[in-house]
């Protein structure tokens, strides 16, 4: 017998030539940013419980330039990433009937994209009223 080699298939990159491919791995890859903001803020909760010393040291870390750099790196990746969700949630959903007409998938995103702000502005809202 002769010893053959297994046949492996060439991965040349095929999903770069396909925009719908593409837009999905970056919005894949946009979840890590989500995932680093969210260890960003657990850090700090754990800096709250330890103390007042351990909080003023991570507040000072977010001061920093390179913090405020990559706070806004991650503010851009989560906003395409959320814009993304919305655009794929039409697809995801069953058929939403509004008297017997069903939504476009426009008026499903824009009214995700609506109740997502409103909801964003009422904390805010609500943060700067505790805060004053």
């Given at each position: 017998?002769?010893?053959?080699?297994p046949?492996?298939?060439?991965?040349?990159?095929?999903?770069?030539k396909?925009?719908?491919?593409?837009?999905?791995?970056?919005?894949?890859a946009?979840?890590?940013?989500?995932?680093?903001?969210?260890?960003?803020?657990?850090?700090g909760?754990?800096?709250?419980?330890?103390?007042?010393?351990?909080?003023?040291?991570?507040?000072?870390?977010?001061?920093s330039?390179?913090s405020?750099?990559?706070?806004?790196?991650?503010?851009?990746?989560?906003?395409?990433?959320?814009?993304?969700?919305?655009?794929?949630?039409?697809?995801t959903?069953?058929?939403?009937?509004v008297?017997?007409?069903?939504?476009?998938?426009?008026?499903?995103?824009?009214?995700?994209?609506?109740?997502a702000?409103?909801?964003?502005?009422?904390?805010?809202?609500?943060?700067?009223g505790?805060?004053?």
């Amino acid at each position: 017998m002769t010893a053959r080699r297994p046949y492996k298939r060439p991965m040349p990159g095929w999903w770069r030539k396909n925009p719908y491919f593409v837009e999905y791995v970056v919005h894949e890859a946009t979840a890590c940013f989500v995932a680093a903001y969210a260890l960003v803020f657990l850090a700090g909760l754990l800096c709250l419980v330890q103390g007042e010393e351990a909080w003023a040291a991570w507040l000072a870390v977010l001061r920093s330039p390179w913090s405020i750099v990559a706070h806004l790196v991650m503010l851009v990746a989560m906003g395409y990433h959320s814009y993304t969700w919305f655009k794929i949630m039409p697809k995801t959903l069953p058929p939403v009937v509004v008297r017997g007409q069903r939504l476009s998938p426009g008026a499903i995103t824009g009214g995700g994209l609506f109740a997502a702000l409103a909801a964003s502005l009422l904390v805010l809202g609500l943060a700067w009223g505790v805060l004053q």
